[in-house]
């Protein structure tokens, strides 16, 4: 190797480090770290739901009509202006309906929902009172409480029978009636009278019912 290519070897040399450093400080540039900044997190802002400008305020009106103890014979009555399209819903786990009658409710609290067309949705509370008992019916109360109830007791309810629970006079009125009438009850004697016995029969013949 001559010394002028020596020298031109030298420069090639100087010209692929040059190029080499060149690449590599630019690579270095281009890569190079930036500086950690430690994640930043938001602040949760908690979901703000905006008030439904939307939905129209309803005016409510409820009545209801009151109920035997032993039996659903009430009903609800509910009615709504102010929107459109208006379905209503017993307690809520009812169903929908386009109608704001409900009939065969026992006595209680309610809740009737309203919704209207664009989903909107109000309840109003209905109470169902429990409905007076017919005379014929506490006249028996009354006889079965006197000549009766010191055997059929919630704490000795003979042959199954607590006479002081109205609704199991009413569901056992036949057999009521029947033991009377033989003579059978009250255990032991004496038997009732010919008019105690018609408060009985009277009843029975009436219906039987809590209202009668
Ligand atoms: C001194 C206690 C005593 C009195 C008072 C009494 N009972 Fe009873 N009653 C019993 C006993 C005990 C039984 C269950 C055994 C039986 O059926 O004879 C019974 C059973 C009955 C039964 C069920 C009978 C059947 O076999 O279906 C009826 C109904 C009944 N009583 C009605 C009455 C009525 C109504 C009166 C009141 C007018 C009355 N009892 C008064 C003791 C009494």
Redesign the pocket.
């Known amino acids: 190797m001559g010394k002028k290519q020596l020298t031109v070897f030298g420069y090639l040399i100087a010209i692929i480090c040059i190029v080499n450093f060149i690449s590599c400080s630019k690579e270095s540039t281009t890569s190079s770290n930036p500086p950690v900044t430690p994640p930043v997190t938001p602040p949760v802002t908690p979901p703000v739901t905006p008030p439904d400008t939307n939905c129209k305020t309803f005016t409510i009106t409820q009545s209801s009509i009151a109920s035997q103890p032993c039996g659903s014979s009430g009903s609800i009555q509910v009615t709504a202006t102010g929107s459109n399209q208006f379905m209503f819903k017993l307690n809520s786990g009812g169903t929908f309906q386009s109608s704001g009658n409900f009939a065969n409710v026992g006595p209680g609290n309610y809740t009737v929902f309203v919704k209207d067309s664009a989903g909107c949705q109000q309840s109003v509370s209905v109470t169902v009172s429990t409905s007076a008992a017919g005379p014929l019916f506490t006249n028996v109360k009354n ?2 409480a006197a ?2 109830v ?3 007791n919630a704490g000795d309810p ?4 607590n ?1 002081n629970d109205q609704c199991q006079i009413i569901s ?1 009125g036949l ?2 009636q ?3 009438n033989q003579n ?5 004697g004496p038997p ?1 009278s010919t008019s105690q016995k018609a408060i ?1 029969n009277n009843w029975i013949s009436a219906g039987g019912g809590y209202s009668n």
């Open positions: 006889l079965l000549s009766c010191s055997c059929h003979n042959g199954g029978n006479w056992q057999d009521i029947s033991q009377v059978l009850m009250p255990e032991g009732l009985i």
